[in-house]
C-alpha cells in the first residue's frame, strides 16, 4: 500500500499570505495524484488532479506541482474561503488508492 | 450538472449489512467513468473502498474485499454497496462519486446495537 505523508498537519497563516502544502508519497505515483479541500459539512472538493490539473471552476491562486514522489499544492494569496483542510490522494497501478491525513489550513 | 445522491439506512446493527445506493442525474451510469465508493471516520481519515467501471469490471481496497460489493442499476441510473459483517469500526460518513471529481453529500452510517 502507498503511504501518503502530509506536512506540516497544521498550517497558520492570515489572508493574503502563501500556502505550501507538502505529500509525499512512500513510493512513486507518477503524477497520479490529486488535492482536494474540504470544509466541516461538506464533501471533500476536487481541487488538482494528475497533479497539476486545476479541476473546473477552482481559482488561478491554487496550482499543483511535482511527480514521482514529491507533491505541493500552492495558494498564492489565501482568500478567507480558503481555510480547510486539503488532502492529497493517489490513484496510481493498483489498489488500494490512499489518502493523506490531511493538512489544515488555519486562521492566524 | 452532475449530482450524486447517497442514500440508505443510517444506522447498521454489528455483524449486519451496510447497503446503500448512490443516485445518479447528470450523466449515465454506463458512461465510461469509475464509480466509487470512499468513506471517512474520525480514526481512520479517508478510506478508498472501491469502484466500477463499464458497470461490470470492479476494484476492491483489499482491506475490504471480502466483504464489500459494488454493483450497478442500469435501469434506475444509481450504483449501490454492500458491506458485510459490518463493526463499529465500519461508522463513517460513506461518500459516493463518479472518477472522484464529483461526490455526494455524504451519508453517516453508524453501526451500534
New interface residues.
Partial sequence: EIVLTQSPATLSLSPGERATLSCRASQGVGNFL?WYQQKPG?????LI?DASNR?ADIPARFSGSGSGTDFTLTITSLEPEDFAVY?C?Q?SNR?????G??TKVEIK | QVQLRESGPGLVEPSGTLSLTCAVSGASITSENYWGWIRQSPGKGLEWIGDIYHTVITNYNPSLKSRVTISVDKSKNQFSLKLSSVTAADTAIYYCAKNEDYWGQGILVTVSS
Avoid: D, E
Wanted: hydrophobic share 30%; no cysteine.
Fill in positions: 490529486a461538506q464533501a471533500p472538493r476536487l488532479s479541476a488532502y490522494h490513484r489498489p488500494p488508492y490512499t489518502f491525513q490531511g
